[in-house]
């Protein structure tokens, strides 16, 4: 069974980048075809894909948010993590990382795992 967890700072200040990491376990984030990505939820709103860290190495990120985004790996550490720059208040949410066998981007039913999702809150 995979399982991922969700780490990081809870509370960032405007301006700052937010840096999470997803630790993964019972599989491994390099094997063949997964696709690691990071989603989010603002209060009140519907998902919102970021983007994603392939077994592969390679990323894709949002186009709406692609200038503030990173996503890296640790293979040795099976983690990946989220870096977004310039964090405002409407980057305030719930964060999640899931997995899935295909990069769906937003099609949410094709991700099977999920993290249990962490709180973001940017506020000074």
């Known amino acids: 069974q995979v399982q991922l967890q969700e780490s990081g700072p809870g509370l960032v200040k405007p301006s700052q980048t937010l840096s999470l990491t997803c630790t993964v376990s019972g599989g491994s984030i390099t094997t063949k075809y997964y696709y690691w990505s990071w989603i989010r939820q603002p209060p009140g709103k519907g998902l919102e894909w970021i983007g994603y860290i392939a077994y592969s190495g390679s990323t894709y990120y949002s186009p709406s948010l692609k200038s503030r985004t990173s996503i890296s790996r640790d293979a040795s550490k099976n983690q990946f993590t989220l870096q977004l720059s310039s964090v405002t208040p409407e980057d305030t949410g719930v964060y999640y990382c899931?997995?899935?066998?295909?990069?769906?981007?937003?099609?949410?039913?094709?991700?099977?795992?999920w993290g249990r999702g962490t709180q973001v809150t940017v506020s000074s």
């Open positions: 899931a997995r899935a066998a295909g990069p769906y981007w937003t099609d949410y039913e094709k991700y099977d795992f």
